[in-house]
Nanobody, 127 residues
Framework: QVHLVESGGGLVQTGGSLRLSCAAS????????GGWFRQAPGQEREFVAS????????????LADSVKGRFTISRDNDAKAAMHLQMNNLKPEDTAVYYC????????????????WGQGTQVTVSS
């Protein structure tokens, strides 16, 4: 059983920054596609970002339009391959529970594209 451990959530003011991190509790998943989804109160869960293995130790990141220019996704280039979501210029509408995800395949923008899910970490942006 793979457990994804998330960290870095919290409370921040509008315009502030947070960095979320996620790693598997054990095992190496450096070639898996990873990503983040979020769910705001009363809303459906939505895709935020993904990062896919591109070979040669490099990764390709994809961001939802709503976070482009403010968020970046990255991954450590080691066996653990922890994922990081750097969130800048945060807005109240970014308030949500953020979930780390992992897929042995190509991933995508849909929940069903991912097999492993973290427990979620709360991000709250005050106005």
């Amino acid at each position: 059983q793979v457990h994804l451990v998330e960290s870095g959530g919290g409370l921040v003011q509008t315009g502030g920054s947070l960095r979320l991190s996620c790693a598997a509790s054990e095992g190496s998943f450096s070639t898996y596609t990873g990503g983040w989804f979020r769910q705001a109160p009363g809303q459906e869960r939505e895709f935020v970002a993904s990062v896919k293995w591109a070979g040669g130790g490099s990764y390709i990141g994809v961001l939802a339009d709503s976070v482009k220019g403010r968020f970046t996704i990255s991954r450590d280039n080691d066996a653990k391959a922890a994922m990081h979501l750097q969130m800048n210029n945060l807005k109240p509408e970014d308030t949500a529970v953020y979930y780390c995800v992992l897929s042995p395949g190509a991933g995508g923008r849909l929940e069903r594209d991912y097999y492993y899910w973290g427990q979620g970490t709360q991000v709250t942006v005050s106005s």
